[in-house]
């Protein structure tokens, strides 16, 4: 903390009320901030297949902003847009930004977040009221298997690919048949 200022580090998983925001940032400290806010892009995952990620980043980027505006009667505030993958979004920050804190904002926000960003030995704070709901390991999965995330996301988007064009074959086939049934009793 050079010169009594703290550095906090905003994760933004969605959208947030700017008033608990500005409450949850007030509260933390009564000593000057320096504040970095990552507004991780949500990218849904028809946008992921069709790799169309730039939406996405824009909404994000627009988060980032909104949140910058909020804060910045409170701390020296600076904003960006960060990864899909919002412990890869911290990972990056930190790398330019020596945070002492993260605080964790949005309806994205969930127990297993606030456990995978423990890894960086900060404290992580998160604005009381959000979701804290705990993700079954099924549905964990999925999301990071949707997201892009998950290391056998490649080979499972091959097989559904496949999967699905053995069946369009099969019914196309079948199709057939049926139309040839039907021209051979006329």
């Known amino acids: 903390m050079p010169g009594g200022r703290r550095n906090l ?15 949850a940032v007030a509260a933390l400290s009564a000593t000057p901030l320096r504040v970095q ?9 028809l946008d992921w297949l069709a790799t169309a990620d730039d939406a996405a980043h824009r909404r994000a980027e627009v988060r980032a902003l909104e949140a910058e505006w909020t804060l910045a009667e409170q ?9 899909v993958d919002p412990v890869q979004a911290v990972e990056d920050a930190l790398r ?14 969930d127990e297993d977040l606030a456990e995978e960003l423990a890894r960086f030995g900060l404290p992580v704070v998160r604005i009381a009221g959000g979701r804290r709901s705990r993700r079954a390991p099924l549905s964990r999965g999925l999301h990071k298997l ?9 080979f499972v988007l091959f097989l559904g690919v496949n999967g699905a064009l053995l069946v369009l074959a099969l019914f196309l086939s079948l199709v057939a048949v049926v139309v040839l049934w039907l021209l051979g009793s006329l």
């Open 146 to 154: 949707a997201g892009g995330r998950a290391n056998s996301t490649p």
């Open 9 to 23: 580090l905003v994760l933004l998983v969605g959208d947030e009320s700017t008033e608990r925001l500005r409450e």
């Open 96 to 109: 330019d930004f020596p945070a002492d804190e993260i605080l964790v904002a949005g309806e994205a926000e």
């Open 75 to 83: 701390a020296e505030v600076t904003a960006a847009a960060g990864d």
């Open 37 to 45: 806010v990552v507004a991780p892009a949500i990218v849904r995952p």
